[in-house]
């Protein structure tokens, strides 16, 4: 039997602020079917395929950068990956709500300006080149679609 939530040994905190029990045991079931062996570990080539069982999907390249040339993961890593690739798919929502708070009307779209002046000055900023291209196929009569524009980021 896979470890409950409780007695995940290697398992960091974060862990625990990202998944809910739903998850884990939804993570557990994605690990039991593909350890085929019943050994308690399943191989690296399968990763992607169980990540996108739990609604996570990255690219092979990226689930290879967290392997270090490991074959096989156990089930606490394999947790710590699916909480890392949760975490950082988190962006998609955060976006969508920081856009929103913008949308004062609740239109669905911003200031195109408002939201060039944002870009260009937010973090060191981007270019006024990169802003122009960044948003030209979203920028309607001088609004932008951020629901659009967001799933074209985050796809």
């Known amino acids: 039997s896979l470890p409950l939530r409780s007695s995940l040994p290697c398992a960091p905190y974060h862990i625990m602020d990202l998944l809910s029990d739903e998850e884990i045991a939804m ?14 570990q399943v191989e ?3 990763l992607g395929r169980m990540l996108r069982c739990l609604g996570i999907n990255p690219t092979d390249k990226e689930i290879g950068g967290y392997l270090a040339g490991k074959t096989q993961v156990d089930f606490p890593e394999f947790v710590d990956l699916f909480s890392k690739f949760k975490k950082l798919g988190s962006g998609k929502d ?3 709500a920081a856009l929103k708070a913008m949308d004062a009307g609740n239109t669905g779209s911003v200031d195109a300006g408002e939201l060039k002046y ?3 000055s937010l973090n060191g ?3 006024e ?4 291209a960044a948003l030209a196929n979203y920028d309607k009569g001088g609004n932008i679609d951020y629901n659009a524009l ?5 796809a």
């Open 27 to 40: 993570a557990r079931d994605s690990f039991a079917m593909h350890d085929v062996k019943g050994g308690g």
């Open 118 to 120: 944002l870009l260009k």
């Open 125 to 127: 900023g981007m270019s």
């Open 44 to 46: 690296c080539v399968h």
């Open 150 to 154: 967001v799933k074209s980021l985050c």
């Open 129 to 132: 080149a990169d802003v122009n």
């Open 94 to 96: 955060e976006m969508l």
